[in-house]
């Protein structure tokens, strides 16, 4: 049995859905996030497994307890607010051991597991700091330090890292998940960043408009999308207005040209009209010796953004982008120039 | 430039009349206080004010209703204002307007209800819940600090919604939560501490309030300082104009450590937010 279930979970807000049927299982230990656009629901899923909402139906259970009708501070839950929540009026060592103070735990052992979490989070000689003192990334880090502190059966992160500069989020998300899998915490992570999302979970969930969109590996989800908006939310998505000819085949019509799928088409008929999905890694300007499709284009516009560089082609009425790796001896074609694009049958997704 | 002077000019000029027509009449008072002995500035009148024994029993007297006015109105307010803040957001105009009343309701007008309804028993479906207050001291001394916390309840009320405001209740409230506290708890360890300020000056404008209080005072008949000092006006010269002095200086000294207060702890409580 799962650790923890979400059944048939729903939650309205006057006439409102804003959790529509919401079914999940998630393993102990496992890092699961929930992805997806702001005003989609991640964010009140996650205060409902916390206890601060109520679901309007359905269920949710915690390790084999139904936790449903409790209270917040009955579930046993650590969780991170993207604002931190540190308490003002108390210095880190207080706020770390705060639950520890509300659960009635004795002096020496609370003194005891506070060092332990400082020392964790690697922050042993700020005990004393008040949070006005610590910069965004300390606060999270002691926000985390004090959801920890009490042996939480479950963590639970509402956008942590949000209000954190973009350096100080990617080395804070590699901590996150160094301790989580240190501890083997079942942990719920929710974000609107698709990178920290592939980045940190076992599993992803994708969300849109209160309903769950696809549930999956980071590999699963950004490889093997099940429909266009987990497409094009999660990655940057080419896509060209086609005719399938023969779905059997995997035989489209696109700009004038014929292309083909890897695989039989198996989600539209022959004769409809569909959308060919591309990634932009997958797509080269010279043959690899793959068995390739090919479409002609015109370089419109070429952005360096560091390590990749990004090249707009026109093929016929839509725009492609081309993700090239950048190196010293990367030749790039001239703005204006005819080039022919090259891309694999594996990498052409259709979409109805 | 030249109409940046001019702005200049008369903002100096309207803050020069402003404080002349503040601190002269201050001046006037202080002057005279200083005069009680012929011929020469002395602070008799102040000896004559401070070492008379019904001053020291009235300004007690008044002193233990501000404190026990000061935590009846936390006990009141800061759960209320707390709740409303954090479940009924709906509601903050309607307690706003209600708290907003006794600036409108004379004390004239209050007394003379709190007289009317508590002089006998006040009886719901036929029982009598309230017993008559106006036949005993401890009585009196209730209805006297019940008309207090009316009449200080604008100010604690605003000096506590302003602290509320400060800090982001919701999450620091969910934050105590999911670490197991309960409402009593998150009260008493998260809000209050952080309302520190807040109550400081709401505590300080009750105190101000209910030291000078004459009408409540005077109409149930209580040894209060504010009866004190109209009857010392009706039979003293000097001494009134140094008590008036007094009075300035103990609520310009109390608003001073409100500021430095407020100043020193900005820093401090800026996060939670």
Redesign the interface.
Known sequence: MAFLELINVQKSFAQTAAVRDVNLQVERGEFVSFLGPSGCGKTTTLRMVAGFEHPTSGQIVIDSVDVTGKPPNQRNIGMVFQSYALFPNMNVAQNIGFGLKVAGKDGQETKRRVNEMLALIKLETLGNRYPYQLSGGQQQRVALARALAIRPQLLLLDEPLSALDAKIRVSLRNEIRAIQRQLGITTIYVTHDQEEALSLSDRVVVMNEGRMEQIGTPFEIYNFPQSTFVASFVGTLNTLPATLVDASQGHLRAAGHDLYTAQPITNAASGQQVKLALRPEQLRLSQTGEAENTLPGTVESIAFLGSIVRISIRVAESTLVLDEFNHPHLTLPAVGAPVTLYFPRAACLVLP | MSSIRRVSFWSWLWLLLGALYFLLPLYGTFDFSLRATRGTLSLTAYTNALTDPEFLRTFTFSLRMAVITIVASILLIVPTAYWVHLRLPHLRPLIEFITLLPFVIPAIVLVFGVIKLYSRPVAVAGIDVVPPLTNSVLGTNVLLVGGYVVLALPYMYRAVDTGLRS??VR??T?????????WL?ILV??IL??L?TALLSGALLTFATVIGELTLATFLARPAFGPYLALLGNHKTYEPSALAIISFGITWAAMGVIQAISRGNT???????
């Open positions: 800090m982001d999450t620091l969910e934050a105590a939560q999911s670490l197991g506290a309960n708890t360890r998260v501490p952080n520190r820093g401090q409580f800026a996060a939670g937010r």
